[in-house]
């Protein structure tokens, strides 16, 4: 079956930054799309960024823009989100999400996603 792992989640001070790493396993990376979404207990899941294929097009949400970068490797089958300046308010479950390329006009949606990772968790503190 197809497997998302993330890994990279911590402890961090606010102001600092961390890298979080998806890796596909038995996905066709190229046909697919990724995201990254965040989630706080008894809160909605969030979009957060997301890439296409060829890595050509980005778009992420107004609360991290210009603080976190989400870039892909398709030689290894991973996608990285590169967060800086964090905020005690970035603290969630970062989950990485795969959707077919043919969803990018809707990608900041969670139901056009196929396949999720388990979370890694970021916490970051005062």
């Known amino acids: 079956q197809v497997q998302l792992v993330e890994s990279g989640g911590g402890l961090v001070q606010a102001g600092g930054s961390l890298r979080l790493s998806c890796s596909a396993s038995r996905l066709t990376f190229r046909s697919y799309a990724m995201g990254w979404f965040r989630q706080t207990p008894g809160k909605d899941r969030e979009f957060v960024t997301a890439?296409?294929?060829?890595?050509?097009?980005?778009v992420y949400a107004d609360s991290v823009k210009g603080r976190f970068t989400i870039s892909r490797d398709n030689a290894r089958n991973t996608v990285y989100l590169q967060m800086t300046s964090l905020k005690p308010e970035d603290t969630a479950v970062y989950y990485c999400?795969?959707?077919?390329?043919?969803?990018?006009?809707?990608?900041?949606?969670?139901?056009?996603?196929?396949?999720w990772g388990q979370g890694t968790q970021v916490t970051v503190s005062t």
């Open positions: 999400a795969a959707a077919l390329v043919s969803q990018w006009p809707t990608i900041r949606r969670e139901t056009v996603y196929n396949y």
């Open positions: 890439i296409d294929w060829s890595a050509s097009s980005t």
